[in-house]
């Protein structure tokens, strides 16, 4: 089992940025698939993008694509997402996840606890 940390939320106003960090622990986050959900108020959590395990495949919803961008740093075991030209409707908690297994949301068994994003008009 990995153990996954986030940081890099905060309140920033529209058009703005963020990079949110994911830290994995207990075993080398390279052995994983690596995604961002978010779970805005009301609303069920979705899944925002994912990187392959050597970071060679990337994947992006549609509403985030051109603005966001995920990585990972697997020497030093972190996934970032980079947010930029940030709207008030990406205001949600942003939660990193890992999965041996595949891109289905079924198939992420690790979770981090959440990082608030706010995006203000």
């Known amino acids: 089992q990995v153990q996954l940390v986030e940081s890099g939320g905060g309140s920033v106003q529209a058009g703005g940025s963020l990079r949110l960090s994911c830290a994995a622990s207990g075993r080398t986050s390279s052995r994983y698939i690596m995604a961002w959900f978010r779970q805005a108020p009301g609303k069920e959590r979705e899944f925002v993008a994912g990187?392959?395990?050597?970071?060679?495949?990337?994947y992006y919803q549609d509403p985030v694509k051109g603005r966001f961008t995920i990585s990972r740093d697997n020497a030093k075991n972190t996934v970032y997402l980079q947010m930029n030209s940030l709207k008030p409707e990406d205001t949600a908690v942003y939660y990193c996840?890992?999965?041996?297994?595949?891109?289905?949301?079924?198939?992420?068994?690790?979770w981090g606890q959440g990082t608030q994003v706010t995006v203000s008009s």
């Open positions: 990187i392959s395990r050597s970071g060679g495949s990337t």
């Open positions: 996840a890992a999965s041996n297994l595949g891109f289905e949301s079924a198939d992420f068994g690790s």
